[in-house]
């Protein structure tokens, strides 16, 4: 027999697990994390990745709890968040396209506290693809699990989510030396391009959704 902790062990490993299966796949968080790594100063780029692990966690802790079920209840606010998701996205890309290979990592262009923060916000909260994926892993996965082991599993998702985003930037930071200028704006670009392709899915999504 498993004793208690061993039990304890196994709900934080599948959750661990889970976490990180779910953070792998290259999404918009993932490119955002690489884009700051690359072309922000270090500290910058540190808090963008604490603050995507902060709202990519919130979100876990939501889809674990249901708010894709909240999302199927309310059309409207499915469709709210395709429209404005969608536009915001493409914005973001193409502001990455536009930039300048001389202006990329300068200390003109870092971004604020503020658009920081706000941009990791909606990688994150305004990601439909994001927000459904998660609460059919997560969500799907609760009903396997005894009660009290919630927030053991959960535990383990959070864990994995930090470690990933952190790990991530500091990976890519660590080798952004090695880059000049004109690799940095060819990364810039295709990270912008592969951006705006997702927020125009996004937004084919909605109007399929507003037509049907």
Not at 136 to 160: E, R
Not at 177 to 191: P, Q
């Amino acid at each position: 027999m498993v004793g208690k902790g061993g039990k304890i062990m196994n709900f934080f490993l599948q959750g661990l697990t889970m976490g990180f299966a779910i953070e792998a796949p290259i999404g918009l968080a993932n490119l955002f994390v690489i884009n700051n790594a690359l072309t922000q100063s270090r500290r910058r780029s540190y808090i963008a990745a604490f603050f995507v692990a902060f709202f990519d966690i919130a979100l876990s802790i939501a889809c674990f709890f249901g708010i894709g079920a909240i999302m199927k209840q309310f059309e409207w606010l499915k469709i709210a968040i395709l429209l404005f998701g969608s536009l915001i996205v493409i914005y973001m890309g193409i502001n990455l396209l536009r930039a300048e290979a001389s202006e990329i990592g300068s200390k003109d262009t870092e971004l604020t506290m503020f658009k920081t923060i706000s941009t990791a916000f909606v990688m994150i909260w305004f990601n439909p693809q994001a927000i459904i994926d998660g609460s059919l892993m997560l969500g799907a996965f609760q009903v396997t699990l005894p009660v009290n082991s919630y927030p053991i599993f959960i535990g383990g998702v959070v864990i994995a989510s930090f470690v990933w985003f952190i790990g991530l930037n500091l990976v890519i930071a660590k080798f952004k030396d090695k880059f000049n200028a004109k690799v940095l704006r060819t990364i810039n670009m295709v990270c912008g391009a592969v951006i705006i392709l997702y927020g125009l899915k996004l937004f084919y999504n909605f109007i399929t959704l507003i037509i049907h």
